[in-house]
């Protein structure tokens, strides 16, 4: 018989420190459009040996391990800020009363991580599971299209996974389904604010944070079944977004250094700061309790990125005029390298220590 997918699902939960599971661990269950994360069992075959044997002679296995994500519309009332936390290492609070301003940004010790305990629930005749320790996210992607919810893609690797035949398992209840992000909203932008305090003509925005770790093929030791550990070796934040072209202001000052009056190219690098902000429906506020409301809000920052266009610009017949610009997030000359603010009414994501 057919099997679907909706019964299946994903849920995370915080470890204390990698091979440190918590001692009451509570796993944050999330709807997704597509799971392809799960356990991965690298192998091979031997080499033609001369043996006047003209077939394969046997085959191994390098060992065990997990990796893949998935692709969701984030809801932001709570749960997400479990995975900005894991993601870039280092979260606080502020705010007073039902609305609170939670901070994440990559951690003092740029090499610090956070480990994570994932589990994945396959629909069968008898139920499949994978319960994988020792994650860590290597990469979240955020889409914010032309119009419509913004949508999210999370990748993560994960050192030992075991298999569960039909487990009794229990996870948090899910986050409310209407409050996911919309770039249609008043409260939604991008800018350039150093360039230009307005809000940019955009008709869609790609933001990446990538995780740069070792892979798996490096952490094998002899002696082990699984890699030994997962380190990082680079962090960075990119961001691609398309311009519906109106003038030419930010094509010239990133050739020639000014909007107007330059007519030579110049070598100068040009950088600005980047923000962009998505928010839910009015109809799905916080602080209403305390007579103070506001959309739930999901905004990313980063103190300095260098920005080139991706590609001339283009003509077309029957067409209007877009420019696509592709930028990298660089090291400020003072403050943070890259922030995302999540106002909602979660108390805080306090990471575990037990």
Same mark, same amino acid.
């Given at each position: 018989?057919s099997r679907? #997918?909706?019964?299946?699902? /994903?849920?995370?939960?915080?470890?204390?420190?990698?091979g440190?599971?918590?001692g009451?661990?509570?796993?944050?269950?999330?709807?997704a459009?597509d799971?392809?994360?799960?356990?991965v $069992?690298?192998g091979g075959?031997?080499?033609?040996?001369?043996?006047?044997?003209?077939?394969?002679?046997g085959?191994?296995k390098?060992?065990?391990?997990?990796?893949?994500? =998935?692709?969701?519309?984030?809801?932001?009332?709570?749960? /997400?800020?479990?995975?900005?936390?894991?993601l870039?290492?280092n979260a606080s609070v502020?705010? +007073?009363? @039902?609305?609170?301003?939670h901070? =994440?940004?990559?951690?003092?010790?740029? +090499?610090?991580?956070?480990?994570?305990?994932?589990?994945?629930w396959?629909?069968a005749?008898?139920?499949y599971a994978?319960?994988?320790?020792?994650?860590?996210?290597?990469?979240?992607q955020?889409?914010?299209?032309q119009a &419509?919810?913004v949508?999210?893609r999370?990748?993560?690797v994960?050192?030992v996974?075991?298999?569960q035949?039909?487990p009794t398992? +229990?996870?948090?209840?899910?986050d409310d &389904?209407?409050?996911?992000p919309v770039?249609? +909203?008043?409260?939604?932008?991008?800018?350039?604010?150093?360039?230009?305090t307005?809000?940019?003509?955009?008709?869609?925005?790609?933001?990446?944070?990538v995780?740069?770790?070792?892979t798996?093929?490096?952490e094998?030791?002899?002696? @082990?079944? %699984?890699?030994?550990? =997962?380190?990082?070796?680079?962090?960075?934040?990119?961001?691609?977004?398309?311009?519906k072209w109106?003038?030419?202001?930010?094509?010239?000052t990133?050739?020639? &250094?000014a909007a @107007?009056?330059?007519t030579?190219?110049?070598?100068?690098?040009?950088?600005?700061?980047?923000?962009?902000r998505? $928010?839910?429906t009015d109809d799905? #506020?916080?602080?209403?309790t305390?007579?103070?409301?506001?959309?739930?809000?999901?905004?990313?920052?980063?103190?300095?990125?260098?920005?080139?266009?991706?590609?001339?610009?283009?003509?077309m017949g029957?067409?209007?005029?877009?420019?696509?610009?592709?930028?990298t #997030?660089?090291?400020?000359d003072? &403050? $943070?390298?890259?922030?995302?603010?999540?106002?909602?009414?979660?108390a805080? %994501?306090?990471?575990?220590?037990?």
């Open positions: 018989m679907t #997918a909706q019964a299946g699902y /994903i849920a995370l939960a915080p470890q204390v420190s990698k440190t599971l918590m009451s661990p509570i796993f944050y269950k999330f709807r459009t799971i392809d994360f799960g356990a $069992e690298p075959l031997l080499p033609p040996e001369i043996a006047s044997v003209l077939t394969p002679t085959a191994y390098l060992g065990a391990f997990a990796g893949g994500g =998935f692709t969701f519309i984030p809801r932001l009332e709570s749960d /997400i800020g479990w995975l900005l936390h894991a870039l290492g502020a705010g +007073t009363g @039902s609305i609170k301003t901070t =994440f940004k990559f951690p003092s010790t740029p +090499t610090d991580m956070k480990w994570m305990n994932i589990r994945k396959v629909p005749s008898t139920n994978e319960d994988v320790t020792d994650c860590t996210l290597a990469r979240l955020l889409t914010l299209p &419509g919810p949508t999210a999370i990748d993560a994960g050192r996974p075991t298999f035949e039909d398992w +229990t996870e948090n209840t899910m &389904g209407d409050t996911f770039v249609g +909203t008043s409260g939604s932008y991008i800018q350039l604010p150093d360039f230009d307005n809000d940019q003509v955009a008709t869609g925005c790609i933001i990446e944070y995780n740069l770790l070792t798996p093929q490096q094998f030791i002899i002696g @082990s079944q %699984y890699p030994d550990d =997962f380190a990082i070796l680079q962090r960075a934040m990119t961001v691609r977004w398309v311009y109106e003038d030419p202001d930010l094509c010239r990133i050739m020639t &250094g @107007s009056g330059q030579a190219w110049t070598p100068e690098v040009f950088t600005s700061n980047f923000e962009a998505v $928010e839910g799905d #506020a916080i602080g209403s305390t007579g103070v409301e506001q959309p739930y809000r999901l905004t990313v920052k980063a103190g300095k990125v260098t920005w080139e266009p991706n590609g001339p610009i283009r003509l029957n067409n209007i005029l877009a420019q696509e610009y592709v930028g #997030a660089i090291e400020p003072s &403050g $943070e390298y890259c922030e995302i603010e999540l106002e909602n009414e979660a805080n %994501y306090t990471w575990p220590a037990s």
